[in-house]
């Protein structure tokens, strides 16, 4: 199992919309075992009874791969 620290980061953005960010660590991404890649999309569902958030990817090729074809 993977495992890192991060924080909980909230903007406003001029618009007035918030967004949330959690920084996931380099250390963490870079790692070989590390399932997502830029342009991954993610399912993201919070267990609020045991305070989990699951974090599930959609589809099978990134964007990236998806952009290098046009």
Known sequence: ???AR???RKKVHVS???YY???IPAKLAH???????????LA???DVNSSKMII???NKKSSRSRRSRG
């Open 1 to 3: 199992m993977l495992r």
């Open 6 to 8: 991060s924080h909980l």
């Open 16 to 18: 007035g919309n918030e």
């Open 21 to 23: 960010y959690i920084h």
């Open 31 to 41: 790692d070989s075992q590390f399932p997502f890649r830029e342009g991954d999309e």
């Open 44 to 46: 993201i569902s919070i």
């Open 56 to 58: 599930q990817k959609l």
